[in-house]
């Protein structure tokens, strides 16, 4: 069993910054590819960004690149989302996910992740 706990969201300014984390305990956080998705009420769980297990290849959203950071340090079990110049329409729950087996590349679709954690609401004000 996985368990993710994501912290860090919040109510800021458009154009401010926010840093979300993902805290994963219950295996071995270093052998296992993540992502974040974010979800509005009334849409689709959206992909945001992806990050390999070894962190040596990243994805992004054509929304979100040149702005959000995806980062993981396997010592302290934590994924990353660095979110700067943020924007209205990046009001949303944002959730980190795990793949279901080691060794998978990212993926960037919902169906691509076994695991789920609660998720943590970002609100940006214009």
């Known amino acids: 069993q996985v368990q993710l706990v994501e912290s860090g969201g919040g109510l800021v300014q458009a154009g401010e910054s926010l840093r979300l984390s993902c805290a994963a305990s219950?295996?071995?956080?270093?052998?296992?590819?993540m992502g974040w998705f974010r979800q509005v009420p009334g849409k689709e769980r959206e992909f945001v960004a992806a990050?390999?297990?070894?962190?040596?290849?990243?994805y992004y959203a054509e929304s979100v690149k040149g702005r959000f950071t995806i980062s993981r340090d396997n010592a302290k079990n934590t994924l990353y989302l660095q979110m700067n110049s943020l924007k209205p329409e990046d009001t949303a729950v944002y959730y980190c996910?795990?793949?279901?087996?080691?060794?998978?590349?990212?993926?960037?679709?919902?169906?691509?992740?076994?695991?789920w954690g609660q998720g943590t609401q970002v609100t940006v004000s214009s």
């Open positions: 996910a795990a793949r279901g087996r080691a060794y998978l590349e990212p993926s960037t679709t919902p169906g691509g992740y076994d695991y």
């Open positions: 219950g295996r071995t956080f270093s052998s296992y590819s």
């Open positions: 990050i390999r297990w070894s962190g040596g290849s990243l």
